[in-house]
């Protein structure tokens, strides 16, 4: 498989680490809701078609990217950076 | 010995280069540009192996990949490699090949006498005979059939060659050298496109080169040889000869075997064997051909029956024959070229049996003038013979049976486009019935099929084809293809009428050669229920052998399709998987094998402790220090407790640069810190280090370490060496994936810094002999938890921490990688006078121990910081990972096992990890399992053994007595459960 990261370019899936569902991963809930934060751990769709999911550029700019790819083919449709730095949450 | 042999004059080998080779310790000779089969051939060879199952004599089917029959063993000692396939392999000097598959001979074989009774070994055997006793499987029954039926032995040996790997990208990746590909590869490449072409065999031009087409004029042969040669000058064009793509992988990734030195005897100096090749290609056009299908009928498997494109390949490419006296069995027009090539060659057609009626009369052409024998509406029914074919059985049109005697018979069941890559993403071939055949359905991105491979079988279709898809990859990547005039070549149609099944001759009619599966045995998995393609494989191993069942997959299904009375369409094919052709291991692995399996890590103090004469002791990737022998120590445990007494009553100095080392820079650095570490970090004070407990997010421990502040917004992480990797990627993934929104970078300095711990009491007045003298390190100025940056040496830069891990007055000194082994020279040369001694891993463990500080054995994914007795560590002011789920009232259960010490009661009684804890007079089982022993040492500081574990109820059960039992290693020892803190239980020596 081959992964087109927006910095360094295509590359081969070995230079990646794969963690899982992008949009479970990074919704963290905030507070003390112990079934909230299982949710978040344990429960995830397993899906057949696009899936919008975690890897990390361990072999390259270590950028964490959302990989969308179709569970059924392998075809990657679109990757972008999980996080643009500077943005988003305020500290 | 048979009436095989060669022709005088033809053939595209090189008469000049007359080559040396040996066949079951026969000396022979061959031509350069034959394989191996056509010197077989050459030198009246006709019985070449046994088959798998019946041990039934076999000759030469194919003169291709797909050869189900001619394996053979090939080379020598460590490099004889089994189940070769003669057709594919290219003569060389000194070639040593050898028959398998037969005891005591190739022409004496005992176990032929599978053959006489068959019927105990058809479809599905191994699941009815042996049933019963299931005892006997194992014992009796599998060894049987394993000696019984086999192929090839492998060497037994280390392969003594080196086999590569490499990474290619292409616009166009042709798969096919055959007139298809290079049409394609040739268009492709003139556009200025960059294109590999990738062809199996030595010489480019496929069919080219075993017909006697032509092309713009002259030989087909000739066309082949000036498009390869110009394909070779073109500096975009890799043109790969003997080199097979066997898979397709996703994101239009192609797995391809080169063959680099499978053609000599010996590969030269830093030559690999072959080569492994990863092709990148925005394009693939597959050009693989097509593959004959041989006909089913009684004794079909004689050897001198060969498929008739076979044959013709023998007589046009190699200049050899197979017989003297050939007759041609065919149900497709392309049948009768092999007699008129054969004719043409001086060799005596006996007879041309075609099973259609309505076989055109102008086919064979010139043959009806030399008397041949023709029969329309016709059939083999049998084959007579059984080391070579004797003669035939016809059964002509009005259904009388005469026998023409014969040497060699050609046949053909018309010719099966090769889709196998197109299925290797799960695309399904569909039927087309005017072939008839299977023809590519639903292709992997970026792949089109064109030539035979597609169905187109004339040649100039094929070359029509070749050149569009050329053209039309060119134009995919924005250049135009230049529209040169497409070569004039041959467009009959040629016809055929499937013939899937001759019935009425007495013996079996093979389908699937190498695996030994007959009509019969596809008839009887139909009538026992077996009705799917998949089912019909499994239960018959039908196309289950090295070949993927390449002459046999159609005829198999079409035999299943006429049983069930259903159309081939509804059949269906089974789908192919990579490789197209086996791969040897060797080349899978490449350089990654024995040492060299992953790379070795070593730390930058590594010389250092060589010079000292360390024992090294792999740990994951990493060679670290184990211990440092002294003469007269009679084992590791002699030399560790040494080290401890030498660190503990003066100092001693051991390599940390293993562990994980991360740089945290930015104003919200403490913030991303109190929010991965369950203690809170962004109160430390500058100047100060921390021990810091990470938790996942599940509420369990995921790992430790120190981490210092240097300035305001400058962290310096430590990790535990098996996490190094994990926690950065972790600490990335807090960052970009949760809280973007942080201001704060960081990366990995593992690599760059050395860091060595200097313990024991006299570690300050060593130290203070290396460290510059404007740094003040004494008790007052530099306490304990003390970090900060200095210089040593007259001007090194070094960062210093006042930590310990031994529980000694102890610091840890990181100086830039390159120093590390002058750094730690130099200290030793400061230390000398005190007593200074190099230790290692194993005295680090034991006072590890002795202080009850938890590494990898105890945090070990299933413990929590409570679990190890750290809960204090758990901030109850803010929020970290981990923080909600380890308050599950599970995780904080009474009874959950908590780390424990252990003390035989019997001081010199050897403890193990590993050992169970039992509660005393209690029964040994999974029910009274109290927890385990997770680390033992044989304390020097103490003199006894002791031991950590995790025991259910933890610090309550301090005081108390258990057994603790191994019943692996057999012992049952008793010991009183105490503080997991041995030595220096107050910790006043690492303030001293």
Redesign the interface.
């Given at each position: 498989?081959?992964?087109r990261c927006p910095y360094c370019g295509e590359r081969?899936?070995d230079e990646f680490?794969v963690?899982g569902d992008?949009d479970a991963?990074?919704a963290?809930?905030?507070g003390?809701?112990?079934e909230a934060?299982?949710e978040?751990?344990?429960q995830r769709t397993n899906l057949a078609g696009l899936h919008r999911e975690?890897w990390?550029h361990?072999n390259g700019c270590?950028?964490?990217l959302v990989v969308t790819r179709d569970t059924r083919?392998?075809?990657?449709s679109d990757v972008t950076?999980?996080?643009?730095?500077?943005?988003?949450?305020?500290? | 010995m048979s009436s095989a042999g060669r022709l005088p004059t033809g053939g595209r080998i090189d008469r000049a280069r007359p080559i040396k080779f040996s066949f079951d310790g026969r000396s022979m000779s061959g031509f350069a540009g034959d394989t191996l089969a056509s010197a077989l051939i050459a030198n009246g060879v006709s019985l070449v192996g046994r088959s798998f199952k019946y041990h039934r004599p076999r000759g030469i089917l194919s003169a291709g990949s797909e050869e189900p029959n001619a394996l053979v063993e090939m080379r020598a000692g460590a490099r004889r490699e089994p189940n070769t396939r003669a057709t594919s392999v290219e003569l060389f000097d000194g070639l040593q090949a050898q028959s398998q598959n037969r005891w005591p001979s190739l022409g004496f074989d005992i176990l032929a006498l599978n053959g006489l009774v068959g019927g105990f070994l058809s479809a599905g055997f191994y699941y009815k005979t042996f049933m019963w006793p299931a005892a006997f499987w194992e014992k009796v029954y599998e060894p049987l059939i394993r000696r019984a039926a086999g192929l090839g032995r492998s060497a037994g040996a280390e392969d003594p060659d080196h086999y590569e790997k490499s990474h290619a990208h292409c616009d166009v990746l042709v798969i096919g050298g055959g007139p298809a590909g290079l049409m394609a590869a040739l268009t492709a490449a003139r556009s200025g496109a960059r294109v590999i072409l990738a062809d199996e065999d030595f010489l480019p031009g496929g069919r080219l080169n075993a017909e006697r087409q032509e092309i713009d004029g002259a030989a087909g042969s000739i066309w082949a040889a000036t498009v390869a040669a110009e394909l070779s000058s073109m500096p975009n064009v890799r043109l790969m000869r003997r080199t097979t793509v066997f898979g397709v992988?996703?994101?239009?990734?192609y797995a391809a075997l080169e063959r680099v030195n499978d053609h000599v005897a010996v590969p030269p100096p830093f030559q690999p064997r072959q080569r492994m090749w990863?092709i990148?290609a925005r394009r693939s056009i597959l050009a693989a051909g097509a593959l004959e299908r041989p006909l089913v009928f009684a004794n079909n498997d004689r050897p001198g029956v060969m498929l008739a494109g076979a044959v013709r390949s023998y007589i046009n490419r190699f200049a050899v024959t197979p017989g003297q006296r050939l007759a041609v069995f065919t149900c497709c027009d392309d049948g009768w070229q092999a007699a008129i090539d054969a004719a043409a060659a001086g060799i005596s057609i006996e007879a041309v049996i075609d099973s259609r009626a309505e076989a055109s009369p102008a086919l064979g052409g010139e043959l009806g003038k030399r008397d041949v024998r023709i029969f329309r509406g016709a059939e083999v029914i049998r084959a007579v013979g059984s080391r070579g074919l004797q003669a035939i059985e016809v059964r002509d049109a009005s259904g009388r049976i005469s026998s023409i005697l014969c040497d060699a018979l050609a046949m053909s069941g018309g010719w099966s486009p090769i889709t196998h890559l197109t299925s290797h993403?799960?695309g399904r071939p569909v039927w087309n019935e005017s072939l008839p055949a299977f023809v590519p359905g639903t292709l992997p991105?970026g792949m089109s099929v064109v030539g035979a491979a597609n169905g187109a079988m004339a040649l100039a279709r094929s070359l029509a084809g070749g050149r569009d898809a050329g053209a039309s990859a060119a134009r995919d990547f924005g250049r135009s293809a230049s529209d040169a005039p497409l070569p004039k070549a041959d467009d009959e149609p040629a016809t055929v009428r499937a013939l899937w099944h001759v019935s009425g001759g007495r013996g079996p009619a093979f389908v699937d050669f190498q695996n030994d599966v007959t009509a019969k045995d596809v008839g009887l998995a139909s009538r026992e229920g077996y009705r799917s393609v998949e089912l019909l494989k499994r239960y018959t191993t039908l196309g289950m052998a090295t070949d993927q069942g390449k002459t046999s997959n159609v005829n198999g299904l079409a035999i299943l399709a006429s049983e069930l009375a259903q159309p081939i369409a509804t059949v269906g094919t089974t789908l192919n998987r990579p490789p197209f052709t086996p791969v040897s291991i060797g080349a899978l692995a490449g350089h990654h094998r024995g040492k060299d399996f992953r790379a070795t890590r070593l730390s930058p103090l590594h010389e250092w402790a060589k010079t000292h004469g360390a024992v090294f002791i792999e740990s994951g990737a990493w060679l670290r220090a184990s211990w440092f022998p002294r003469p007269g120590e009679k084992d590791w445990l002699e030399s560790a407790s040494r080290e401890v007494r030498a660190v503990r009553s003066a100092v001693g100095l051991t390599d940390v640069s293993t562990l994980g080392k991360i740089d945290i820079q930015g104003?919200?650095a403490g913030?991303l810190l109190d929010r991965v570490y369950c203690n809170t970090f962004s109160t430390l004070a500058v100047g100060k280090a921390r021990y810091g407990v990470m938790l996942r997010?599940?509420g369990f421990v995921m790992d430790d370490g120190t981490t210092s502040r240097l300035a305001t917004d400058h962290f310096v992480m430590t990790t535990t060496t098996a996490n190094a990797?994990g926690i950065?990627?972790h600490l990335?993934?807090c960052?970009?994936?949760?809280?973007?929104?942080?201001?704060v970078q960081m990366t990995s300095i593992s690599e760059q810094w050395a860091q060595m711990a200097i313990a024991g009491p006299k570690s300050r007045e060593t130290l203070a002999r290396i460290v510059d003298r404007q740094h003040d390190i004494s008790d007052a100025a530099f306490p304990y938890l003390t970090a900060r940056e200095i210089t040593i040496l007259g001007g090194t830069r070094a960062r210093l921490f006042r930590i310990s891990y031994s529980g000694e007055l102890a610091y840890e000194l990181a100086v830039p990688a390159g120093v590390g082994n002058a750094v730690a020279a130099a200290i030793m040369e400061a230390g000398t006078d005190l007593g200074i001694q190099p230790y290692g891993l194993e005295a680090m463990g034991i006072m590890r121990i002795e202080k009850g500080h938890v590494a990898g054995s105890e945090i070990n994914g299933q413990t929590t910081a409570r679990d190890l007795g750290l809960g204090k560590m758990m901030s109850k002011k803010k929020?970290y990972i981990g923080r909600?789920?380890a308050?599950?009232p599970a995780l904080a259960a009474p009874d959950r096992w908590g780390l424990v010490g252990l003390k035989p009661v019997d001081w010199t009684t050897r403890i193990r990890a590993g050992a169970h804890l039992i509660p005393i007079g209690a029964a040994t089982t999974t029910a009274n399992d109290l927890g385990y022993v997770t680390s033992v040492a044989f304390s020097p500081s103490l003199e006894r053994w002791i031991g950590l574990g995790l025991i259910s109820g933890g610090a309550s059960k301090h005081g108390t007595r258990v057994r603790l039992v191994d019943l692996l290693r057999g012992s049952d020892i008793e010991a009183e459960v105490c503080d997991p803190v041995f030595y220096d239980p107050k910790g006043e020596r690492l303030h001293g």
């Open positions: 498989m081959r992964i081969s899936n680490y963690l992008a991963l990074t963290r809930p905030s003390e809701n112990a934060f299982h978040y751990v344990y975690l990390y361990s270590r950028r964490w083919t392998h075809e990657i950076y999980a996080s643009k730095r500077g943005e988003g949450e305020a500290a | 992988y996703d994101g239009s990734t990863r990148y993403l799960g991105s104003p919200d913030t997010e599940d990797v950065m990627r990335e993934f960052h970009q994936g949760l809280w973007p929104g942080l201001d929020d909600v789920l308050e599950r």
